[in-house]
Every structure is written in C-alpha cells, then in structure tokens.
C-alpha cells in the first residue's frame, strides 16, 4: 500500500503479558515516529528513527518499552509486563527528511492497545 | 506539563461560515507549528504549518496565524464544509532541528449542513 501500515489494529491483552506493535512506513521513508495516544490526549512522542538507529528515544516512559528498526524500514515496539495504564492508541508515522518541517508526517491508522 | 495546549474541545460551525480553532502554547522555543486533521480511526494527517518567523500561512480554505508575542496560533477555515468535520490537532516542533512534535489535545470540529 501506499501509505503507513500497521499492525494489528486492535490489541487486547492481559495485565503482564508482553505485545509487540508493527509499523510498515511508506517505501523511501528515512525517518520514523512512535506516538502515543491517550484517551482524550493527543498524541504523545515516544521515539524517532533516522534509519536503523533510535536518534531520540527520550519519549519511551520507562524500560517496558523497547523499539526496534533493524534493516531501517519496518519498525516493532514491544511492550514487557503491560500494565492498565499500557492502554492506549499507538501511533506510527514516516517522513521523508530528516527534519520535521521539511516535511511533515505521515501517520498511519494506529495500533490500538487495551490491557486488562 | 502540557505545552501546547488547545482549551476548546468542541466547536460547532454552519456550513457556509468561518470555523476558527485555537491553539495556545508555553514554550518559547517552538520554531514551527503544524495542524493535523484527524477522521475517526484513521490517523492524524498533516493540514498546514508555518514557521515562526511568518504570521500567516494560507492554503486554499485554510489560513493559519501566528501571535508570537502572545504564543498563540489559530486555524480559519472558510468557507466550513461538512467534510472538514474531524478532530484538529496543533502541533508545535521543539527546536530547530528537532524531531519531536509536542500535540494539543484535540478541538472536535463539527460543520452542520
């Protein structure tokens, strides 16, 4: 497809357990974003790829949380030892720059996460 | 510690007329603002920026304005169409270089035919 894809749509897991969320950016996209939004927020920064490297991951809010971009395109957050407050709407987006601003994301549908 | 805030959670606008949605932000460092348009369960896509060293952007129906000294940005759309109606995020980039988007929390905007 043409735009961002992400997988699965819909999540719902046991307090505890571990899920991982996937993210396919748009083909050429040298940079991608993890978001999270909560209910009634917008959305929240969680980490930025440029390539295979995590350049900025100041957004993940504590070692649960994990991502991956090994071969610079598809992305996987994992999440260990969810907890309720786990729940939420996770966000990917691509760029083509490096740079917001330069040019603007583009966000996929969302993961969204629910933990029981 | 929100820092880009939108304190209207709802509007509601006829068709036909001017929508205006707020956006007030904390940090002077913010060096270029963006509104997204989100329609439920799709994710948010991008509408228009600016950069802070302009006061007005405009594209087609959509016009947005910069009050520096007053850190506050607004989105005009006119004339509303129903169409437009979804939830707009402000969106503001922390510094020069930076990758990182700080997000308002959402105004709903909702055009009746």
């Known amino acids: 497809g043409a735009g961002v894809s992400q997988t699965p749509s819909n999540k719902v897991t046991e307090k505890g357990k571990y899920v991982e969320l996937r993210c396919d950016p748009i083909?050429?996209?040298?940079?991608l974003y993890w978001y999270r939004q909560s209910l009634g927020q917008g959305p929240e920064f969680l980490i930025y790829?440029?390539?295979?490297?995590?350049?900025?991951d100041s957004g993940l809010p504590n070692d649960r949380f994990f991502a991956v971009r090994p071969e610079g395109s598809v992305s996987t957050l994992k999440i260990q030892r969810t907890e309720r407050g786990d729940s939420a709407v996770y966000l990917c987006a691509s760029s083509p720059t490096l740079v917001v601003g330069a040019g603007e994301l583009f966000f996929g549908e969302g993961s969204r996460l629910t933990v029981l | 510690d929100q820092q880009v805030k939108q304190n209207s959670p709802s509007l509601s606008v006829q068709e036909g007329r001017i929508s205006i949605l707020n956006c007030d932000y904390t940090?002077?460092?913010?060096?270029?603002f963006l509104w997204y348009k989100k329609y439920p369960a799709e994710g948010p896509t991008f509408l228009i920026s600016i950069s802070s060293i302009k006061d007005k952007n405009e594209d087609g129906r959509f016009t947005v304005f910069l009050n520096k000294s007053a850190k506050h940005l607004s989105l005009h759309i006119v004339p509303s169409q129903p169409g437009d109606s979804a939830v707009y995020f402000c969106?503001?980039?922390?510094?020069?270089?930076?990758?990182?988007?700080?997000f308002g929390t959402g105004t709903r905007l909702t055009v009746i035919p």
């Open positions: 969106a503001a980039r922390g510094q020069t270089g930076a990758n990182n988007l700080f």
């Open positions: 083909s050429g996209h040298t940079a």
């Open positions: 940090n002077s460092m913010f060096d270029y």
């Open positions: 790829f440029q390539g295979t490297g995590a350049a900025d």
